[in-house]
T-cell receptor
């Protein structure tokens, strides 16, 4: 799986957009970018994923650069409850034993301040 | 629909004891896995299963056994607990195809003394 690089921590003011970057310069053509978050003491929560097009759902937007070497997770109006560790993960699609695995790095601790 | 249920939530073991961490899902997910998370670290994969009767090792399998006799259940067994196994354990499941996100349980906090 491609390795990802994320800043260890970021701050954001409540109500403002939080933009979390992720570098995945060695990503392969068929690997997807996934984002998860983990609120303190809870299990990780799936947020969004994408291949090469920008994606949006009720939680966030995912912007992937044209060369796919980096991406940005956007929380449009951050709240205090969005304070969490955010993980960027890349992995190939489809079935097959090793393709199911998620490799978590240390992620980015996003702190939303009042 | 309860999602992924882990029991117990907390457990204290003595060194050398054995125990089973339970994980059950009611979403008919094919894939299930166990992770451990140590302070300041990301999650590390212990074992995973792509369907009933099929299991495989992850990054840190030593000291743990798994079996998958049904689609719903994926128990993790600690054979002889060691202090190094003090950790928070998470179970996760998903549909077979990797386009879908994983659903994680709320975790089991294990302390081995």
């Amino acid at each position: 799986d491609a390795k990802t690089t994320q800043p260890p921590s970021m701050d954001c003011a409540e109500g403002r957009a939080a933009n979390l970057p992720c570098n995945h310069s060695t990503i392969s053509g068929n690997e997807y970018v996934y984002w998860y978050r983990q609120i303190h003491s809870q299990g990780p929560q799936y947020i969004i994923h994408g291949l090469k097009n920008n994606e949006t759902n009720e939680m966030a937007s995912l912007i992937i650069t044209e060369d796919r070497k980096s991406s940005t997770l956007i929380l449009p109006h951050a709240t205090l409850r969005d304070t969490a560790v955010y993980y960027c993960i890349v992995r190939p699609p489809g079935s097959g034993g090793s393709n199911y695995k998620l490799t978590f790095g240390k992620g980015t601790l996003l702190t939303v301040n009042p | 629909n309860a999602g992924v249920t882990q029991t117990p939530k907390f457990q204290v073991l003595k060194t050398g004891q054995s125990m089973t961490l339970q994980c059950a899902q009611d979403m008919n997910h094919e894939y299930m896995s166990w992770y451990r998370q140590d302070p300041g670290m990301g999650l590390r994969l212990i074992h995973y299963s792509v369907g009933a009767g099929i299991t495989d090792q992850g990054e840190v399998p030593n000291g743990y056994n798994v079996s998958r006799s049904t689609t719903e259940d994926f128990p993790l067994r600690l054979l002889s607990a060691a202090p190094s196994q003090t950790s928070v354990y998470f179970c996760a499941s998903s549909y077979g195809r990797a386009f879908y996100g994983y659903t994680f349980g709320s975790g089991t906090r294990l302390t081995v003394v």
